[in-house]
């Protein structure tokens, strides 16, 4: 069973920074493309940000590029999400997701692409 655990989240004040980690033991890591999405109360799940299966490429949400940098380690079967410069309206649930379509080569930003889910991670920017 594929599991995606992710971790790091917390409470920072406006400005600071943090980085969340998402662990896949259970996964061929080096085979999916990987995504960051969040969800803020009463909103929908968005899409943060997206790296490829061997990190050569990214892609990132308008609204963090700049402040936030995505990256993997597949040799830790980790993907990282480093956020600075953070704002209240960052304020979500970060979940990691896995897209297990092989080969797709284009890093997608709709969530129902994604296949695999982890059990998401608060993070809570303070003004």
């Known amino acids: 069973q594929v599991q995606l655990v992710e971790s790091g989240g917390g409470l920072v004040q406006a400005g600071g920074s943090l980085r969340v980690s998402c662990a896949a033991p259970?996964?061929?890591?080096?085979?999916?493309?990987m995504g960051w999405f969040r969800q803020a109360p009463g909103k929908e799940r968005e899409f943060v940000a997206a790296?490829?299966?061997?990190?050569?490429?990214?892609h990132y949400a308008d609204s963090v590029k700049g402040r936030f940098t995505i990256s993997r380690d597949n040799a830790k079967n980790t993907v990282y999400l480093q956020m600075n410069s953070l704002k209240p309206e960052d304020t979500a649930v970060y979940y990691c997701?896995?897209?297990?379509?092989?080969?797709?080569?284009?890093?997608?930003?709709?969530?129902?692409?994604?296949?695999?889910w982890g059990q998401g991670t608060q993070v809570t920017v303070s003004s």
């Open positions: 259970g996964l061929t890591f080096s085979w999916y493309n």
């Open positions: 997701a896995a897209d297990a379509t092989i080969g797709r080569v284009i890093l997608t930003t709709t969530w129902g692409t994604y296949d695999y």
């Open positions: 790296i490829s299966r061997s990190g050569d490429r990214t």
